[in-house]
């Protein structure tokens, strides 16, 4: 296997492999036993050993719940911080989020912004996940608060706060709530009606109900629309298209059946935490591309009109893919993404 693969991007390593062929001579059999099937027998093997090498090396992340995030907003409650929206907050931002990528999210985008009232950026700084991040840090605020209890403070003209215990000062929390919102609002918002758009959002494929969650504290008028497809499907559009994503830059690249079933399998399940009546609307792929989407009620519950039509007129974008996954990456798919198959219901 070794005589039909180079062992670099320079060439092939000499002293080891044909070392007195000449090196046109050594790329010429190269490119010949490529396309021959020792070197379709050398790929597949190859593609096998990363594979399950990487399933048996995993190191699973744990990331926030829903639950987690909203017991962490229910201490900041209970602590007696403000926290309830504004009265006039008449914000209502569009998220489309999904279940990872190749489901169905671009095409669902394209549709929606068909109102041209509407904006939904694409994946802004995705890999940075800044979403995840403040979701994560949020959960993770009841060591912070544990001996911290609000108490009035002073104001300017008072001499006591120079008397008191301020080593531990905070303000309310409806001003850190501002703050984090403040981000969205400056970075997305304003942009998007600064071009004359008077709703906005985005699409993000890294994103599950339990960012949802934030984004919905701090947008309390938000409306979320969800994609999702087989994993089987996902994962062989995905790999097909040879792009190494990463869920969360550089920590949690995305390079194997085993990475993606595990980021998969967490959004997936993720969606069937959330409380009742929260604002999501589900769309499968496999409905989407069979015309059984109603988009008229979809448009009425968003508040925008919607002309699919124009849409889906335009092919934009498509890979080419094989018919059908290996038997290990379907074997390795199916065990660590079991959970979530079962939530949205996709059988194995």
Known sequence: MQLLEPQSAAGWDEGVLLPKLPKYKQTRLWVWGRHTWLGDLSRTSRKFSHEMWSWLTYEKVNLPTVAKLIESIALLQARGFDTSPLETDQEAPIFLLSTGGRAGSTLLQRILITDPRLLLWGEPLGEMALAARIAEMVSNLEQPLKWFTWQNQPD???????????????????????????????????????????????????????????????????????????????????????????????????????????????????????????????????????????????????????????????????????????????LIIAREAAAGMRALGYSK
Not at 187 to 215: C, H, I, M, N, Y
Not at 238 to 251: Q, S, T
Not at 275 to 303: M, N
Not at 323 to 328: C, K, M, S
Request: net charge positive; proline share 6%.
């Open 156 to 330: 300017a003209s008072s001499p006591a706060l120079a008397m008191s215990w301020i080593a531990n000062l905070y303000p309310s929390i409806t001003y850190f709530r501002a703050a984090l919102r403040s981000l969205f609002d400056v970075w997305l918002a304003k942009p998007a009606r600064d071009r004359g758009f008077a709703r906005w959002g985005f699409k993000e494929v890294r994103l599950g109900a339990t960012e949802a969650s934030l984004l919905h504290w701090l947008y309390p008028n938000a409306k979320f629309v969800v994609s999702c497809r087989h994993p089987y499907d996902c994962y062989r559009s995905l790999a097909d298209a040879h792009w190494v994503p990463y869920y969360r830059y550089p920590d949690m690249r995305v390079d194997s059946a085993a990475d993606f079933a595990h980021h998969w399998n967490r959004q997936a399940r993720s969606w069937s935490e959330l409380p009742a009546g929260f604002p999501c609307f589900h769309i499968k792929y496999e409905d989407l591309t069979r015309g059984k989407v109603d988009f008229r009620q979809l448009e009425s519950w968003l508040g925008i009109e919607i002309k699919e039509n124009v849409a889906l007129s335009a092919p934009v974008g498509g890979t080419r893919k094989r018919e059908r996954l290996t038997w290990y990456e379907r």
